[in-house]
């Protein structure tokens, strides 16, 4: 157990629909990063973020945005899914803003029909 | 940009069979790197990793070393044994010279290992 969490462990929605995935980081670490994980594209790059303030983007389409609360929790918001959107989504947390060791959730599947 | 090139799966092998996975990468200033393992149906979890040139990252009898003159990190293990089966990520993050902190990731290489 990394204990970084994230809920729900699986969602299925329809095209054109909108879902919010939450991510707990480990107790302690103030950068969370999210990262999708599809067949094609292998894992890439979202977003990061450290102490509430965004820190960088990677690869992450209009319609996916994201914020870290002040509880440290991060939700991940796609929204107008498409179907190219089914992926494994994983959120990981580390102690700094970077170099660090990063820790991995259990991941959300999202499956878009 | 920076990136990671691992050799192409599946790999097969049988259980106490010798291991390697190669990975180069290419990077400006002094990445970390890291061996990530991924179990069927979970999540990456961290198998080993490297900060500097030379150093060399252990775990449940797993090894890589850093090196720095053939952008190097092999993946190595002497004996495999049948719940090492997983997919295995090679990555580096940009380290403390980097202005960003993501892990870039290689492609992933399969590895089942056959009783």
């Known amino acids: 157990d990394s204990g970084v969490t994230q809920t729900p462990k699986h969602l299925i929605t329809a095209t054109g629909q909108r879902v919010t995935l939450r991510c707990s980081p480990r107790s302690g670490d103030l950068s969370v990063y999210w990262y999708q994980q599809s067949l094609d594209q292998g894992l890439q790059f979202l977003i990061q973020?450290?102490?509430?303030?965004?820190?960088a983007k990677g690869n992450i389409l209009e319609r996916f945005s994201a914020q870290q609360f002040p509880d440290l929790h991060s939700e991940l918001n796609l929204s107008s899914l498409e179907l190219g959107d089914s992926a494994l989504y994983f959120c990981?947390?580390?102690?700094?803003?970077?170099?660090?060791?990063?820790?991995f959730g259990p991941g959300t599947r999202l499956l878009v029909l | 940009g920076d990136s990671v090139t691992q050799m192409e799966g599946p790999v097969t092998l049988s259980e106490e069979a010798f291991l390697t996975i190669n990975c180069t990468y290419t990077?400006?200033?002094?990445?970390?790197l890291f061996w990530y393992v991924q179990y069927p149906g979970e999540g990456l979890q961290l198998l080993l990793k490297?900060?500097?040139?030379?150093d060399k990252g252990s775990n449940k009898g797993f090894e890589a070393t850093y090196r720095k003159e053939t952008t190097s990190f092999h993946l190595e293990k002497g004996s495999v044994q049948v719940s090492d089966s997983a997919v295995y990520f090679c990555?580096?993050?940009?380290?403390?010279?980097?202005?960003?902190?993501?892990?870039?990731f290689g492609k992933g290489t399969k590895l089942s290992v056959k009783p």
């Open positions: 990555a580096l993050t940009r380290g403390y010279g980097g202005s960003q902190g993501n892990l870039i």
């Open positions: 990981a947390s580390s102690v700094g803003v970077r170099g660090e060791t990063q820790y």
């Open positions: 973020y450290y102490n509430g303030e965004e820190r």
């Open positions: 990077a400006t200033g002094y990445p970390s």
């Open positions: 490297a900060t500097k040139a030379d």
